[in-house]
Each structure stands twice: as structure tokens, then as C-alpha cells.
């Protein structure tokens, strides 16, 4: 059983910065690519960020040029900074890590609230 533990979440203010964490129970670690993803309220659960097992990122628009993803494999874990943050960037955040099976959506954390308000 894969478990994800993601932290960092909080309150704080637009223009503000947080980083989030995600440690994997993984002996593998290396070899699975990591995603984030977010829920707002009312809305469907959207992909925003992903690292692939050589590194490789990709970036949703919305958040693209303000977030950086990245993993430290020999700490088993995946971050996200993430900067500049909106109003609009409140949502639960999830941890997500895929080995690449086409069967499977991989496994999940159980979120991290990020609420930006002034």
C-alpha cells in the first residue's frame, strides 16, 4: 500500500509564497512520476504540475511561471513552491505518484488546504 503525505498547506495572503511537501512510502521512489494536482470548491479535480522519473516537468497554464515542481528521490519526496500566489490558487492540494501503469490513475494523498486571502 502506497502512501502520500503531503504538508505546507495554509492561509496566506495574494502575492504570497508557500511550498509544499509530499513523501512517498515508495522503495522505488525513482522511477514514478509525481504529479500535484488541486480542487477548488465546485470544481473538478485539475492536473497542474508533474515530474516524470528523469525529471521532465510540465505546467498548467493557470499556474505556470509562479509554481515550480521538483523531487528529491534519496528523500523519497516531491515539492511544490509555489509563488506569487492568487486568490483564485484556494483549493485542496494532492499528491499524486503513477508508475506509468495505463490501468491505473496511480496513488493519492489525502490533501493539503491551501487558502489565499488577505
Known amino acids: 500500500q502506497v502512501q502520500l503525505v503531503e504538508s505546507g498547506g495554509g492561509l496566506v495572503q495574494p502575492g504570497g509564497s508557500l511550498r509544499l511537501s509530499c513523501v512517498a512510502s515508495?522503495?522505488?521512489?525513482?522511477?514514478?512520476?509525481m504529479g500535484w494536482h488541486r480542487q477548488a470548491p465546485g470544481k473538478q479535480r485539475e492536473l497542474i504540475a508533474s515530474?516524470?522519473?528523469?525529471?521532465?516537468?510540465m505546467y498548467a497554464d493557470s499556474v505556470k511561471g509562479r509554481f515550480t515542481i521538483s523531487r528529491d528521490n534519496a528523500k523519497n519526496t516531491v515539492y511544490l513552491q509555489m509563488n506569487s500566489l492568487k486568490p483564485e490558487d484556494t483549493a485542496v492540494y494532492y499528491c499524486?505518484?503513477?508508475?506509468?501503469?495505463?490501468?491505473?490513475?496511480?496513488?493519492w494523498g489525502q490533501g493539503t488546504w491551501v487558502t489565499v486571502s488577505s
Open positions: 499524486n505518484a503513477w508508475d506509468y501503469n495505463p490501468k491505473s490513475s496511480g496513488s
Open positions: 515508495l522503495s522505488n521512489f525513482d522511477i514514478y512520476a
Open positions: 515530474i516524470t522519473s528523469d525529471s521532465s516537468t
